[in-house]
Nanobody
Framework: QVQLVESGGGLVQAGGSLRLSCAAS????????MGWYRRAPGQRRELVAF???????NFADSVKGRFTISRDNAKNTVYLQMSSLKPEDTAVYYC???????????????WGQGTQVTVSS
């Protein structure tokens, strides 16, 4: 069993910063790509940022230059540093990871429970 647990969401004023964390735990052999997605009210879930196991990153155009993603492979943890936040960044943020469990030859996608980020104007 593998779990992803997110933390760090909350309420912040426009222009402020927040840092999200997501830790993968359980019967893990290897964690491959890890990413953050978000879903704003009435909208579809969208990719925010992604990082591969060797550190290559990809960002949505809407967050480039404001958000950074990093990971600690020893802790199976991914971080999303969000700066210069805007009201349109308000959403539930979900962590995603591709994991190969112990004693498995198959990789699976796992999701966190989501953490609310609210940016006030």
């Amino acid at each position: 069993q593998v779990q992803l647990v997110e933390s760090g969401g909350g309420l912040v004023q426009a222009g402020g910063s927040l840092r999200l964390s997501c830790a993968a735990s359980g019967s893990i052999f290897r964690v491959n790509g890890m990413g953050w997605y978000r879903r704003a009210p009435g909208q579809r879930r969208e990719l925010v940022a992604f990082i591969t196991s060797n550190g290559s990153t990809n960002f949505a155009d809407s967050v480039k230059g404001r958000f950074t993603i990093s990971r600690d492979n020893a802790k199976n943890t991914v971080y999303l540093q969000m700066s210069s936040l805007k009201p349109e960044d308000t959403a539930v943020y979900y962590c995603n990871a591709e994991v190969m469990p112990i004693a498995s030859a198959v990789r699976y996608n796992y999701w966190g429970q989501g953490t609310q980020v609210t940016v006030s104007s």
